[in-house]
């Protein structure tokens, strides 16, 4: 079963920036098109960003869009969320997870399979 371990949260001040990082030990993300979702406490579940397995399509929440950029390099197994101009409200607790596909749909419905753990992030001065 693929396994998916985040990095890279923490604690930023309004206007900072943070990247989290996501990997798997043992198994290849190629073949998997990748998302990050959040939950900040006593909200839904929001997916962020996801790219497609050749990452030539992502796509963005539009509470992100403009401000946070996913990549994947392929060299490193790793997916990455880089975060700028972060804003109180991006608080949560950041998963990556692994799809089929990534499309506004699969976004919208967090249409994801294999979780990691989380990170989180905080936004606060």
């Known amino acids: 079963q693929l396994q998916l371990v985040e990095s890279g949260g923490g604690l930023v001040q309004p206007g900072g920036s943070l990247r989290l990082s996501c990997t798997s030990s043992?198994?290849?993300?190629?073949?998997?098109?990748m998302g990050w979702i959040r939950q900040a406490p006593g909200k839904e579940r929001e997916g962020v960003s996801c790219?497609?397995?050749?990452?030539?399509?992502?796509n963005y929440a539009d509470s992100v869009k403009g401000r946070f950029t996913i990549s994947r390099d392929k060299a490193r197994n790793t997916v990455y969320l880089q975060m700028n101009r972060l804003k109180p409200e991006d608080t949560a607790e950041y998963f990556c997870?692994?799809?089929?596909?990534?499309?506004?749909?699969?976004?919208?419905?967090?249409?994801?399979?294999?979780w990691g753990q989380g990170t989180q992030v905080t936004v606060s001065s």
């Open positions: 790219i497609s397995m050749s990452g030539d399509n992502t």
């Open positions: 997870a692994s799809g089929r596909v990534c499309d506004y749909e699969s976004l919208q419905t967090i249409d994801f399979g294999s």
């Open positions: 043992g198994f290849s993300l190629d073949y998997y098109a």
